[in-house]
């Protein structure tokens, strides 16, 4: 089968590409910004073509000659998202149609009623818009994904890891039905090929266990070797409440909090489990919540993350790349730049660069970075917690704590992008080099392009901390990259 796959970029898309190549069908993704799939490991095998869903743009063209498209996206966090999915999930219906495409298969969530929040209600009205396309459309309805990186695992582990006490809204008590991630990919590879020509419906799925979220935290904290956890419920703790609560204790930020949380508030359980006439369970039954736990961490310790939630682009994140235009077309711009000599071969410093952030650290004044990362996440923002997804490699279009990796030339060069919250547009450049002499050099460059008076006056006042954060950071990056004995591996590189 050929297979389009929108939202190859997120957390479930970047899963799904690589398992429908190995069951051997052609897969074609669907993006906004090509660049973001460059280096995944399998971007050499699939179509890249160039859209929007919200836009209309693209859409005929990556339609073309396909036989199943995955529709995986949506506009979580973003002001206005409904408005965003109902139009996006219109134009893709009928792109769809138009293009004869066989089938869609779409990742909802569980069956909204009266009382659910607008995130599921979101969810279930794009559900019934591909249901009523005249594509014959098969929905999966899952709750709760448990898989390392999905934003529902993190919030899960951060809550129960950071806080032993805990006073908690009183939805912890409602039952939820979590599933493994690899039952969803087992799900949605099966649905390119599994069901009947016109079958037209939605499934619920879930995994083998019922449970309370105040279960799932007491259940994750014995899985991990931690002591039982103290919850303490409190009804006055409001959703609205609970989503900054847990965007203040967990990498998630609150705008993706609120509608997780939304989607708590009632009971998420199967109504049935119907879906097991066409895929039938596996011979050992489908992943229950402590294994799906155990490999979830196994995934973590072995820094095996496949994808994470934050490598899917936040709503409001500056997306223009570094401009190359030396004038910077007539506007404003700041600039610090620094260039250390190295008593080092460049592959040794290239590994402490492309090493940095996460667990690493940045190379100077800690606390420093600490605030601003605490500062941002007070503003909205995505602070310091999303930090890497591997402790060695980065690739483009990935997360890096408040950063966003823009450009690697390997070797060479790593590019970062602000995603924190500033006035403004603001870059990171690295580079490992030889100057004249054949000698190791290492450059920094920091960019600014102020926005309005907000911008100019944020650049000027923090300034004079340049001296100390990015000087003390050139500094100890090429220290550490001397400190690196030649024969070390990559794998035993950090800051």
């Known amino acids: 089968m050929r297979c389009l796959v929108t939202g190859a970029t997120g957390y479930v898309g970047g899963r799904l590409v690589p398992r429908l190549l190995a069951a051997g069908h052609e897969v074609r993704c669907l993006t906004r910004d090509p660049r973001r799939l460059r280096d995944v490991p399998w971007a050499h095998q699939v179509e890249i073509a160039t859209g929007d869903v919200a836009r209309d743009e693209g859409l ?26 109902r139009l996006s999930a219109l134009n893709l219906a009928v792109a769809a149609l138009d293009a004869g495409v066989g089938r869609i298969v779409y990742l909802g969530g569980p069956s909204p009623d009266e009382r659910a929040s607008a995130h599921l209600r979101s969810r279930g009205e794009v559900a019934g818009i591909f249901l009523r396309s005249g594509v014959p459309t098969v929905v999966l309805r899952a709750a709760v994904i448990i898989g390392s990186g999905s934003a529902s ?62 279960d799932m935290m007491h259940r994750y904290a014995r899985v991990a ?29 609150n705008r993706i909090a609120r509608p997780l949380v939304g989607s708590l508030i009632h009971e998420a359980v199967c109504h049935e489990h119907d879906i097991a006439q066409y895929v039938p369970d596996p011979h050992d039954g489908l992943t229950g919540f402590d294994l799906a736990v155990q490999l ?62 996460g667990q690493n650290g940045w190379h100077s004044f800690p606390l420093a970075w600490s605030v601003r990362g605490w500062l941002d996440r007070l503003a909205g923002g995505v602070g310091l917690r999303r930090g890497r997804r591997d402790p060695h490699r980065l690739y483009v279009g990935e997360a890096l704590d408040f950063w966003r990796v823009e ?57 004079p901390f340049h001296a100390f954060i990015f000087g003390g950071m050139a500094r100890n990056i090429a220290r550490s990259a001397e400190r690196v004995p030649a024969a070390l591996s990559a794998e035993t590189v950090s800051g």
């Open 296 to 357: 979830a961490l196994r995934k973590i310790r072995d820094a095996d993350v496949e994808t994470r939630w934050a490598n899917a682009v936040l709503p409001g994140a500056p997306s223009d790349p570094l401009p190359t235009d030396p004038a910077w077309s007539g506007g404003s711009v700041y600039r610090d730049d620094r260039t250390r000599a190295v008593d080092a071969p460049p592959e040794l410093l290239w590994r402490v660069i492309e090493a940095i952030g």
């Open 60 to 85: 005929a063209d990556a339609m073309r000659d396909v036989d199943v498209v995955y529709y995986l996206v949506h506009a979580l966090g973003q002001a206005a998202f409904e408005d965003i999915d």
């Open 225 to 253: 070797g931690l002591r039982r956890r103290v919850l303490l419920p409190v009804r006055l703790l409001t959703p609205w409440l609970s989503s900054h609560w847990v965007g203040l204790v967990t990498p998630v930020p």
């Open 407 to 463: 450009e690697i030339v390997p070797g060479s060069l790593l590019r970062l992008r602000a995603e924190m919250k500033l006035p403004g547009q603001a870059w990171l450049e690295m580079r490992a080099t030889l100057d004249e002499h054949g000698h190791t050099v290492y450059e920094q460059r920091a960019v600014f392009l102020p926005r309005g008076l907000a911008g100019h006056l944020y650049w000027l006042a923090v300034a």
């Open 153 to 214: 695992f993190e919030m899960l582990r951060y809550l129960t890891e950071r806080l032993p006490v805990m006073v908690t809204p009183s939805w912890v008590r409602n039952r939820i039905q979590p599933i493994a991630i690899r039952d969803v990919l087992r799900y949605l590879v099966a649905a390119a090929t599994v069901f009947p020509v016109q079958l037209n419906r939605a499934f619920d799925i879930g995994g083998p266990d019922v449970l309370t979220y105040a």
